[in-house]
């Protein structure tokens, strides 16, 4: 068993509760299998912000959503096509997000 622990803050240090989590691929090339994914760690927290991990490293990859997203708790996450994953809050909203 591979055992990793970090402690997810937010913009002024504090300790962020984690709400939802989820794995995404970045990068690699759907036509070409010798082209690897990167993997992302993605937690919503309740700050309201996505936060994006490289795995598994932890080595912090950026921050979204924190004033461009929703509105209120990010409670659920999943993996969409390609690079792509959604966020669900409890402001009613689902998101579409995409790494470039």
Avoid at 27 to 33: F, I, K, L, R, T
Wanted: glycine fraction near 8%; proline fraction near 5%; charge should be negative.
């Amino acid at each position: 068993v591979l055992q990793l622990s970090h402690q997810v803050t937010n913009k002024i240090s504090q300790p962020s509760g984690i709400t939802a989590i989820a794995i995404v691929a970045e990068g690699g090339n759907p036509a070409d299998a010798s082209v690897p994914n990167d993997f992302v760690l993605v937690t919503a927290c309740d700050d309201n912000a996505l936060k994006l991990w490289r795995c598994p490293t932890f080595d912090k990859r950026g921050i979204i959503a924190q004033s461009a997203g929703h509105s209120d708790v990010v409670r659920c996450l999943a993996k969409g096509p390609g690079n792509s994953f959604f966020s669900g809050s409890m402001d009613h909203t689902i998101m579409v997000w995409e790494f470039m």
